[in-house]
């Protein structure tokens, strides 16, 4: 905590990288997932792994776990 406070800048830059790596790691185990259920995901669904935020990677990833189609994942 007195870290964050005396340095703002780096505890928030620090953030966000762990940040970004947690949603990296999300979006690597989905296209694990997609890939072994459906095959190789398209260029647009890589595109909206890449982009998307984790919420919306929890969303599909519980949504791909009982799926049928691509289509019942990205419906939204």
Not at 14 to 34: H, K, M, N, T, V
Not at 52 to 76: G, H, K, P, V
């Amino acid at each position: 905590m007195i870290y964050q406070q005396e340095h703002a800048p780096e505890a928030a830059a620090i953030s966000g990288f762990a940040e970004r790596f947690l949603r990296q790691g999300e979006a690597r185990l989905l296209r694990q997932l997609l890939t072994k259920r459906f095959g190789k995901p398209s260029e647009l669904i890589e595109r909206r792994l890449e982009t998307a935020d984790a919420e919306t990677l929890a969303i599909w990833f519980d949504r791909a776990l009982e799926a049928q189609a691509l289509e019942d994942i990205f419906c939204d």
